[in-house]
């Protein structure tokens, strides 16, 4: 695989046109969470997901590591589809993560991209066009681009605001 400039547009292009697609695991996947923690999160439009993408892809330093992950699992498929099954979950892992960005949230975005990848529909991954849709990398696919911006979008109430465990020169901010 090469990855030019070019090739990053077009996986931007992917990516963003994939909302369709991707908003539904996404939501979904915050409702589970937000049922198990007992919280209310807010819906992501497909409209802020697709502002997400392109901020994510305006940085070139991580828009690169996301076009090739993205490729990667586009084009990633394996015989019986088992065999594949670490390099797919590797893969996925690493996407949601870098889609989220650094600590902590790329933690959370990794332990995310398991409760989506349980969820997501592999029917709903085969209804799009271009290579690899359909793939064994197919679903791990959107279940990382879903964990990944979930993550990093607001609607958490835990986000909002100042963390309690912030630290201002003269001891912690009350």
């Known amino acids: 695989m090469r990855v030019t400039p070019q090739r990053v547009r077009d996986e931007h292009a992917w990516v963003r046109d994939r909302a369709d697609v ?9 409702d589970r969470l937000g049922r198990l923690f007992e919280t209310g999160v807010d819906p992501v439009s497909p409209e802020a997901y697709r502002r997400e993408v392109d901020a994510v892809f305006a940085d070139g330093e991580v828009a690169v590591n996301v076009a090739a992950c993205v490729a990667l699992l586009r ?12 390099v797919d979950e590797v893969l996925g892992r690493e996407l949601a993560a870098t889609v989220a960005g650094g600590r ?5 975005a990794e332990a995310t991209f398991h409760v989506a990848d ?5 029917d709903a991954t085969a209804n799009g066009e271009g290579r690899g849709v359909g793939t064994a990398g197919a679903d791990d ?18 986000r909002e605001g100042e963390s309690p465990f ?9």
């Open 22 to 30: 991707v908003v539904p695991v996404l939501n979904d996947t915050r």
């Open 75 to 86: 084009d990633l498929d394996v015989t019986d589809d088992y065999p594949g099954f670490v």
């Open 104 to 108: 902590p949230l790329s933690l959370l």
């Open 118 to 122: 349980l969820h997501v529909n592999r």
């Open 141 to 158: 696919l959107d279940a990382a681009l879903a964990a990944g911006f979930q993550t990093r979008l607001p609607g958490w109430d835990w």
């Open 166 to 174: 912030a630290v201002d020169a003269d001891g912690f901010k009350e």
